[in-house]
């Protein structure tokens, strides 16, 4: 799934103004050690543009954990949520975002949710509180997730843009930090803080 | 160190305070010990307290946490919090209050606002916000003005929505519950730091002056020192967590060091109570053990102060150490000094040749029996002195003397068994007798002593009849004193010997009356020596061959200033017995030299010498000064003497004799034909002259026998080629007889009687004119 979302990311790079420039973005916590499942959004000056919506998109629950932990989907996405567990799961949100329960009491029961507003979606289950994902809605077509090395690549981003970096543990209003990328920036560099995950996240981390 | 009296209390001081020192010094570190041991001890109680306080402290963290992640995690109350439902979420925080009794509980959500909370309160909790940002879920921290302890469970919905807080109080009701789950009484507050000084949160009191103290030891959480309202205590800090950033919060545990040290105090007290005592057992015991010690040294001591007083005393002697020896050794020299001493008084009261008592305890006795003598009782004082006693000592020898004196002793002491008799010295003897009346007991006493000694005995082979002569002085008549007494008996004594020895006489007044005189008359003589009183008289010898005074005989006369004229006879035996006659004789010589210096060459001077100027040595001295001084040919001084001269002396008195004749001195014979009238004495020395004795010229008219014996005589002395001379010449008949008998001069009141310097004078001056007349 992040393989298809990456190539998505790819083909969308290549219609951009001829102004755009690769860009690796590299997030690291206090400590220098590559910070994953960061998500880095552009948001240019001018020539705003969507994130082209893919075939599907969904949210599992297997062994009692969501996968993925953090997904990227357009504004006006229609999000499933299979139940792969032979338990029940209730999930839900409180996030502004989109609020909304889903009780998926049988196995391979799935039910679906059209995301119609950017932000991010923090996902829970009210019967497991280990069970933790988020949802990031964007409305820019440049948005990308760190890997396991902390860089999110950008193949074409625009000049002339704020850079915002969002990650569950975040210690910032909003688990966000944003400033503005400078003229031929190729390489940033972003340091975050970062809160404890919660105990029952530990290991999905 | 102090000066004892005493052994035993010397040696009780020192070993006490030997004692002292040790018992002291083990005491202190004992003391010292208990102290260290009671502070380790305090030490470890409030570490292991102050882990308690920990485990306490936590439990109560964690029940209030428990209860506030149990609410975070109710869906309904996510959802309330998430969508910002303000009502649904005061009443949750109510009923989670009503429930779990927290008294305050509200709400941080994650964009920095509280809820539940109004005005102070809740921007007290806003300050929260970082320090649960950070995660920290438990600590002190400050709403409401008041210090809390917080705690805080996060809200995930399942995102961090913010937190849920309960803040409990810390006041004083909190701290008390604490304090009785301590085993020991703890003093048990939270500290906030704040500028520079700890503020008890629970009871608000500033704590002064230990800030660094405690900042310190809460970070190496050892115990110390601290002083809280002025007492001293032991502490321990132990940090607790904050939810505030610039502030320290300490848990104090204080442990009042009065009651911490109570029982350790009580020990030592304990301690010093028993070393005291220890010391008093230690006083008591030494002081017990050196009186056993020193006790047979303070006998000693006492026996030798008792001794110098001469008390015989004899010390106790037990066991066999040291002191018992010196005591034996004390007791050995107590028995040979008290034999010493008895021995020494017996020399004191005794004689050593008879054993009788002496002069010095008869005197004693004397005196004891006079002042102790009943009314109707009298003493006869018994003097004794053996007849001739030194013609034996000289005859028979010193040994044969003092064997007669102690047969002697032992003869009175029989004689007189019952009285007391003592020998005064030489053969002086005294017997006291007590009488009750009867006067005849002292005669039968007095003849028995003389009985007793004329028995005859043999002394060194020799038979021997001793006699003695007695005086008897009787007590009181005889004198008031021991000394009268023994006087009076004297006295007595003399008159027997006078009495013709062998006899006792009793002393009389008359025999004190005589003494007296001699006394007074001893008296006068030296003053009349020195006074010149005395005065010779000059009797003519008249020279019948040449018809005229061939010689004059120097008599003394005395002119008394008071009693006029004293004749020789009563003064000269005095002088004779006191001596005196030596230089009243000196004098004589002298004065009839000078006197003769001033007569014709032919006229002698005769002068009479006494025996006892014989004896005393310095006579021939005097002769021929008295010559040389006046220049008087030596052949007219004639020398009268008497045979008792021969008496004593013997030889001495005859090399004497010839002395003076070789120097040319003339010596005549007084009183011739009486006395012994040795014939021997004629024979043995050359006298120049005799003179016949008065007695014989008074009876030569009258007695025939008397007529021959002057014929004897004149012849004799003619055969001898001696002159001869008659005294006491009174008649011419007497004066025609001598003549026709060959008698060569005479002398007598027929003649003339003792003339004075100047009437001889005038009667030499009166012969020489009418010699001349006859020549022309």
């Excluded at chain 2, 913010?162 to 020991?184: C, H, N, R, T, Y």
């Excluded at chain 2, 009943?374 to 007849?387: E, M, N, P, Q, R």
């Excluded at chain 2, 009285?419 to 002292?442: M, P, S, T």
């Excluded at chain 2, 007695?695 to 025939?704: G, H, Q, V």
């Amino acid at each position: 799934m992040i393989k298809s979302l990456s190539y998505s990311v790819f083909l969308m790079s290549c219609a951009a103004p001829l102004a755009a420039a690769p860009l690796n973005v590299r997030v690291t916590d206090s400590g220098g050690r590559p910070v994953s499942d960061a998500v880095v959004t552009l948001h240019p000056d001018i020539g705003r543009r969507a994130m082209p919506m893919a075939a599907n998109y969904s949210v599992s629950q297997k062994d009692l954990q969501f996968h993925p932990f953090v997904a990227i989907v357009p504004v006006g996405a229609r999000v499933s949520f299979p139940n792969l567990d032979p338990t029940r799961h209730h999930v839900y949100s409180f996030s502004p975002a989109k609020k909304f329960e889903l009780k998926l009491f049988a196995k391979d029961q799935s039910r679906s949710v059209t995301f119609d507003r950017a932000g991010v979606v923090a996902l829970g289950c009210n019967i497991h509180d280990q069970m933790s994902a988020y949802i990031i809605v964007t409305d820019s077509a440049w948005t990308a997730r760190t890997d396991a090395r902390g860089i999110a690549r950008f193949t074409d981003a625009p000049a002339g843009s704020t850079m915002s970096v969002w990650h569950p543990y975040l210690r910032a209003p909003g688990g966000t930090m944003s400033r503005r990328l400078g003229p031929g920036e190729r390489t940033a560099n972003v340091a975050v803080k970062l809160r404890a995950p919660p105990m029952h996240a530990m290991d999905a981390y | 160190m102090p000066r004892f009296s005493s052994l035993s209390a010397r040696l009780t001081a020192q070993f006490v305070l030997l004692f002292a020192v040790a018992m002291v010094a083990v005491s202190l570190s004992l003391s010292t010990a208990i102290s260290g041991i009671a502070s380790h001890q305090v030490e470890s109680q409030l570490v292991s307290s102050g882990a308690v306080y920990d485990r306490l402290w936590q439990q109560r963290s964690g029940e209030l946490q428990g209860t506030a992640q149990l609410l975070a995690r109710d869906f309904g109350f996510r959802a309330a919090v998430a969508s910002g439902d303000e009502p649904t979420m005061a009443s949750a925080l109510n009923n989670a209050k009503a429930r779990l009794h927290v008294p305050t509980a509200f709400i941080v959500t994650i964009d920095g606002r509280a809820h539940g909370l109004a005005g102070q309160e809740a921007r007290d909790a806003e300050q929260l916000w970082d320090a649960l940002d950070e995660g920290r879920t438990t600590g002190i921290g400050m709403v409401g003005g008041k210090t809390r302890q917080l705690v805080a469970a996060p809200v995930m919905a399942p995102a961090l929505l913010g937190w849920i807080v309960f803040a409990a109080d810390l006041g004083q009701p909190e701290m008390q519950s604490l304090k009785k789950l301590s085993a020991i009484p703890l003093d048990a507050s939270v500290l906030v730091g704040v500028a520079g000084q700890w503020r008890d949160a629970t009871g608000g009191r500033p704590i002064d002056g230990a800030f660094l103290a405690i900042e310190q030891h809460s970070r190496s959480s050892a115990v110390f020192d601290i002083e809280v309202d002025g007492e001293s205590a032991i502490a321990l800090a132990k940090p607790l967590p904050t939810l505030v950033g610039d502030r320290d919060a300490v848990l104090l545990l204080a442990y009042p060091r009065s009651e911490a040290l109570a029982t350790a105090r009580r020990l030592q007290a304990a301690l010093a109570v028993m070393t005291v005592l220890g010391l008093a057992l230690v006083a008591f015991g030494t002081w017990r053990a050196s009186a056993k010690i020193t006790r047979p040294l303070e006998r000693l001591d006492d026996a030798a102060g008792k001794l110098a007083t001469g008390e015989h005393v004899l010390v106790e002697v037990e066991g066999h150490d040291e002191l018992a020896r010196l005591g034996s050794s004390f007791n050995e020299m107590v028995v040979q000094i008290e034999e010493r001493e008895k021995r020494i008084a017996h020399l004191a009261f005794n004689d050593v040749l008879t054993a009788l008592p002496n002069r010095t305890m008869f005197q004693h006795h004397l005196d004891h029996q006079l002042k102790n003598l009943d009314d109707g009782s009298v003493i006869a004082l018994h003097c004794l002195d053996l007849d001739h006693f030194k013609a034996v000592n000289d005859t028979m020898g010193h040994p044969a003397g003092d064997e007669l004196l102690v047969s002697t002793a032992k003869r009175l002491s029989q004689a007189a068994r019952g009285h007391f008799v003592a020998r005064l010295g030489g053969d002086e003897f005294v017997v006291v007798q007590l009488v009750d009346q009867a006067r005849e007991e002292i005669d039968r006493l007095a003849t028995a002593l003389l009985e007793a000694v004329s028995q005859p005995q043999e002394i060194e082979g020799q038979q021997l009849v001793a006699t003695t002569s007695i005086g008897i002085a009787v007590a009181p008549s005889g004198g008031n004193g021991a000394e009268d007494l023994h006087k009076s008996a004297d006295l007595a004594l003399y008159r027997a010997k006078e009495a013709g020895r062998g006899t006792f006489a009793f002393f009389e007044e008359s025999l004190n009356k005589r003494a007296q005189e001699r006394r007074r008359v001893e008296q006068d003589l030296r003053i009349a020596l020195e006074e010149g009183q005395f005065e010779l008289y000059y009797q003519p010898l008249f020279d019948l061959e040449k018809n005229k005074v061939g010689s004059f005989e120097a008599l003394i006369r005395w002119n008394h200033p008071t009693r006029g004229l004293v004749a020789p006879a009563e003064f000269i035996p005095i002088a004779e017995e006191t001596g005196l006659i030596v230089p009243i004789g000196c004098w004589v010589i002298r004065e009839a030299c000078r006197q003769a210096a001033e007569w014709p060459d032919d006229i002698r001077v005769a002068v009479n010498v006494s025996p006892v100027q014989f004896h005393r040595p310095g006579l021939q001295e005097t002769v021929i000064q008295a010559l040389a001084a006046t220049g008087v040919a030596p052949a007219r001084l004639e020398i009268e003497i008497t045979e008792s001269v021969f008496l004593k002396g013997g030889e001495e008195t005859l090399r004497l004799l010839h002395n003076l004749r070789s120097v040319g001195v003339r010596v005549a014979l007084d009183d011739f034909g009486t006395g012994y009238s040795s014939l021997s004495y004629l024979q043995s020395f050359p006298f120049d002259k005799l003179k016949i004795d008065r007695s014989f010229i008074e009876n030569l008219l009258k007695r025939a026998g008397a007529a021959a014996v002057v014929r004897a005589i004149t012849q004799l002395a003619q055969a001898l080629g001696m002159e001869t001379t008659a005294e006491g010449v009174e008649e011419n008949e007497q004066l025609s007889e001598l003549r026709s008998q060959g008698c060569t001069s005479v002398q007598g009141f027929l003649f003339s009687k003792p003339l004075t310097a100047v009437q001889a004078g005038s009667l030499i001056g009166g012969e020489q004119r009418s010699a001349g007349r006859d020549a022309a």
